[in-house]
């Protein structure tokens, strides 16, 4: 089935950059896309950014496009989400999924137990 | 402003059977990428409830039920127990923004 830890999480100020990563195991990881998903108290659960199994083909919700960067290690089965330029609004619990089956229309499973990021003024 | 639709709560009293609805368009639900559906608590890993229209995973009890129809979707929880509390989530690809994306979640309270 596979698990999946988040790490690097934690309180920054506004203006600055934080590198979250996602350690997996239990399964082939160079052979999934993989997701990053936040919760905010406010708007729910947010898609932020998706990476092909082989790193070729990233993307990125509107609200974090140019600011996050996406990026994987198949040798240490590895994700990872550097957050540049951090504002209040990117506070939130982040998670980082698989991706089972079509890359487009597949289901997340599973899930890190998540990681909160907190952006203060 | 989601780009799918859910109510924002929905109640039951334990062994009833609540539908939570998922609205979309015909770039998400009803672009054949379809409709999976998670439950969040808190302080866990969010689950994932049905996938494929009506599959569960290993491990989510029958009492659980998906269907799609058009640009809609729901989910079924049959003989509502007080442990089925929680915030569950819609999810879809859409490709008129080319993202994925969530519904603004239901939360269900088991009177």
């Known amino acids: 089935q596979g698990q999946l830890v988040e790490f690097g999480g934690g309180v920054v100020q506004a203006g600055t950059s934080l590198r979250l990563s996602c350690a997996t195991s239990?399964?082939?990881?160079?052979?999934?896309?993989m997701h990053w998903v936040r919760q905010t108290p406010g708007k729910g659960l947010e898609c932020v950014a998706v990476i092909w199994y082989d790193g070729s083909n990233e993307y990125y919700a509107e609200s974090v496009k140019g600011r996050f960067t996406i990026s994987r290690d198949n040798y240490r089965n590895t994700l990872f989400l550097q957050m540049d330029r951090l504002r209040e609004d990117d506070t939130a619990v982040y998670y980082c999924?698989?991706?089972?089956?079509?890359?487009?229309?597949?289901?997340?499973?599973?899930w890190g137990q998540g990681t909160q990021v907190t952006v203060s003024s | 402003q989601s780009a799918l639709t859910q109510p924002p709560s929905i109640s039951g009293a334990p062994g009833q059977r609540i539908t939570i609805s998922c609205s979309g368009s015909s770039s998400n639900i009803g672009s054949g990428y379809g409709v999976r559906w998670f439950r969040l608590l808190p302080e866990t890993a969010p689950k994932l409830l049905i996938y494929n229209q009506n599959n569960r995973p290993s491990g989510v009890p029958d009492r659980f039920s998906g269907s799609e129809s058009g640009t809609s979707a729901s989910l079924s929880i049959s003989g509502l127990q007080a442990g089925d509390e929680g915030d569950y989530y819609c999810q879809s690809y859409d490709t008129t923004l080319h993202f994925w994306v969530f519904g603004g979640g239901t939360r269900l309270t088991v009177l």
């Open positions: 239990g399964f082939t990881f160079s052979s999934y896309g």
């Open positions: 999924a698989r991706m089972n089956d079509d890359f487009w229309g597949g289901w997340l499973d599973p």
